[in-house]
């Protein structure tokens, strides 16, 4: 289930994931980026078995909080259950996106976005992440310029929002 959510992140109802995608309602979500003590950005390759945008680099994590749980509360389990670490989170920044996909489905997100910082070992669960990587700032600048289609929409956009 997904919390939908009017145009000033209220509350409105509760649907099935899968519906709201394909309805492309508007529904809460959070994006994690984490930075490490070189000033470098965490990014993960989503798992191939993903129902949208497999395989593609991202932020640290993202998903949907639950009903009766809050953006910050679902940041911190979703970075256990996807790494396998948490950290200090802070919002920094949230924006409406809707961004259709070839399979039919449309990303349709009040979406926000939290900074965090680690430093010690990731423990990717192999289910959600194909794989993670350390990298500068300049680096993946200059990456998604040249290679915007490895990223995801969300990922770029929040790039261009926040202006790292």
Excluded at 9 to 15: A, R, S, Y
Excluded at 77 to 96: A, T, V
Aim: hydrophobic fraction near 40%.
């Amino acid at each position: 289930m997904v919390i939908l959510v009017d145009e000033q992140d209220n509350e409105i109802g509760l649907m099935e994931k899968q519906e709201a995608h394909e309805k492309a309602l508007l529904h809460r979500a959070f994006s994690v980026l984490v930075f490490n003590q070189n000033g470098e950005t965490l990014l993960q390759q989503r798992a191939l078995t993903k129902y949208h945008s497999a395989g593609l680099w991202t932020n640290a994590c993202c998903s949907h909080p639950r009903a009766g749980e809050s953006t910050l509360e679902a940041a911190h389990r979703r970075l256990m259950e996807e790494l396998g670490f948490d950290c200090q989170l802070e919002l920094k920044h949230s924006f409406i996106y809707k961004a259709p996909f070839d399979n039919g489905l449309t990303e349709h997100e009040f979406d926000h976005v939290f900074f965090g910082d680690y430093n010690d070992a990731i423990h990717f669960n192999l289910d959600e992440v194909a794989a993670v990587k350390w990298v500068s700032i300049p680096w993946l600048l200059d990456d998604i310029k040249k290679n915007p289609d490895d990223y995801t929409v969300w990922f770029r956009m929040i790039v261009e929002k926040i202006h790292l």
